[in-house]
């Protein structure tokens, strides 16, 4: 008698939510070079970027468990190597492009994410498990 192991995905709404805050990442940094140059008056509130650290370290935590997790069940590196590169994108912005290329690195970096969800989703949805 051959048994199957039965795990359910139950963090796919999470998983989801985090692809979708990976694509607004995206959106922020395309959006935000715009909004500074037309509305130059939100310049002063737009600098404090401490807000912005938090975004994107909760959006690397959330995605590094449920992309960790669902690695335990499938052993598929590609999520995880994009995230990984997501996070050496930013981690070179900070130690040596500086925020001149933030535009740049945040939005590659929030693609990275994007499609390591993307990728992840695939292989759960060919999971026979």
């Known amino acids: 008698m051959i048994t199957t192991m039965n795990h359910s995905h139950d963090n ?6 985090g692809f ?15 909004l500074i140059t037309v509305l130059p008056f939100l310049g002063s509130s737009l ?3 401490s807000w912005e650290i938090w975004f994107i370290g909760g959006s690397l ?6 992309l960790y997790t669902d690695f335990r069940k499938h052993q598929n590196y590609l999520p995880l190597v994009l995230l990984g590169a997501s996070l050496c994108t930013k981690l070179m912005e900070i130690l040596w492009l500086g925020e001149s290329l933030e535009f740049l690195t945040g939005s590659i970096g929030a693609l990275f994410i994007a499609a390591a ?4 989703w695939k292989y759960k949805k060919a999971c026979n498990c």
């Not at 979708?20 to 715009?34: D, R």
């Not at 969800?117 to 992840?120: A, K, L, S, V």
């Open 12 to 17: 796919n709404k999470i998983e989801k939510l």
């Open 20 to 34: 979708y805050l990976s694509v607004a990442c995206a959106i922020h940094c395309i959006a935000t070079p715009v």
């Open 117 to 120: 969800y993307y990728f992840n």
């Open 61 to 66: 935590i959330l995605a590094g468990t449920l």
């Open 47 to 49: 600098v404090n970027h």
